[in-house]
């Protein structure tokens, strides 16, 4: 990464000739992520850039995002596209005030054109929310809301440090539906501390019961610097094994998709016309605009980020009128890279044309690796397109490691 100052970066996001012609300008949509740096308390497995949560602190950041919202909107790069998607993420944006959610929101729609029926997700922690705060935010525009639960096991949730209990989970998805949200999220952790394939069983029959509209589920990784990592470290903290991390994913897989949930990532899986319009930016590659403290942007070939640190970001904003950290033009070998990594982590995975193109090579008997793959019945081709297997899934990031 090399450092960009905020007048490169004003350089190369206004009409410098990096920038395309206008006629062969970029008008496809783009989404926009929103961070909102600020939690409760921090969960055990957390290494995300949030803080604990301070009233005035988070006001002065909201004015510095709303201040950046119309710095970032009047970009040259920016000019004529929609959005397609925003989504407030963090950290716990359901901790703020709903008038302050909203008032953002506005905020946005002023500096940005939105698509028809764009789609406008909020994540929300169980026990920060209440029937007022979630109707009030229903009617301000959040059409879809992604609740944190993780588990229904009042043990388990403590044991990774998360402030709220499966009542409140329950109550906060039913308060969501009563206030007029027909698309909910429900986010499951497996292979969590002491975590039993019985627990599992029970928090999925649970999310099948609640018939939310997309439940994703994610096993633990260990990040260095949290809490379980030092527990881990010091040989304190009993984890589920590998094959037993398996059997949940299995688990996952069979009774999601048998109460009718399509899987159209590795680890996501909607009702039909639910999918998550904002995270197949993300999987499809399209561009995004991020905003907030630590924000990545991949816009017109470039990645930046944003200060990590909320005080940072505020300040960048207010004296420089920037809070680009820095960033960086992305190779084609990158970009070739991560469309396959996150072509093939989804179902529908790459044609084979793209699939080829990324691989270097003409056809597909023409690899070894990827001759051997479809043998061993990890990969599948089906209707021109290049698949992982269910069996392949298991082992999705090992496979996608040999294909490189
Ligand atoms: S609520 Fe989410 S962002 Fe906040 S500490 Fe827990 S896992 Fe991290």
Known sequence: MTAVSSLEFRVLSSGSSLDPKPETRNLRPIGLYIHIPYCASRCHYCD???????A???EQYLQALAQEIDLRAALEALQGRRLCSVFFGGGTPSILEASQIVRILDRCRAAFAFEDGVEI????NPGTVDFPKLRALREGGITRLSFGAQAVQDGLLRRIGRAHDAREAEQAFWMAREAGFNNVNLDLMFGLPSQRLEDWAESLGWAV???PEHVSTYGLILEEGTRLYKEHRIGALELPDEEMEAAMYQMALDRLTDAGFE???????ARPGFLC????????HQEYLGLGAGAYSFVDGQRYFNELLPANYVRGIRER??????????????????RLMLGLRLRGGLDVRTFTDILGIEHLAASDRVVRLLDEGFLDLKEGRVLITERGLLVANELIVQLL
């Open 48 to 54: 995300f850039n949030t803080y604990r949560f301070d």
């Open 121 to 124: 997700s909020l994540e929300a």
């Open 209 to 211: 019961r609640l018939r």
């Open 56 to 58: 005035v602190q988070a």
């Open 277 to 284: 319009r904002h995270n197949l930016v993300y999987w499809e």
């Open 263 to 269: 899987q159209y990532e590795i680890s996501n899986f």
């Open 321 to 338: 009128g920037t809070a680009v950290a820095g960033g960086e033009k992305v190779s084609p070998e990158m970009l070739r890279s991560e």
